[in-house]
């Protein structure tokens, strides 16, 4: 049995007011999985970006503007929400305090085409 401890992974600064944590990974034996937590600033998110895999948001604390597509909603703690694989979608901290979220990825690395971005983004994942 492997025990990944994810408290003691470095927190990284994915983006300014954007504080991530990855749970597991390529990195700690995961084959299918990649999960991870962010803690977002109010005003902060995740821009319009696009996964070749099915993905998981959900909202541990705080509220969040989530978009998927064409729709758009306010969820708040204890709320998930599937993001079809290739499917455009992003989400800001709507509320006054930190927002945190899970998030899951059906890849073992995170993988990436961001809108205003024509490279592919990708993070833990041996180099």
Known sequence: MKINDYENQPLEEWQPGVTTRMRCSLLTGCRQLCIFDQWCIPGMGAPTHVHAVEKVI??????AEIWVGEETETISAGKSVVVPAGTR?????????TLHLQLALAAPIYEATFENDAELAWRWAPR
């Open 58 to 63: 959900s909202v541990v604390e705080g509220t």
């Open 89 to 97: 979608h992003g989400f800001t901290n709507c509320g006054t305090g």
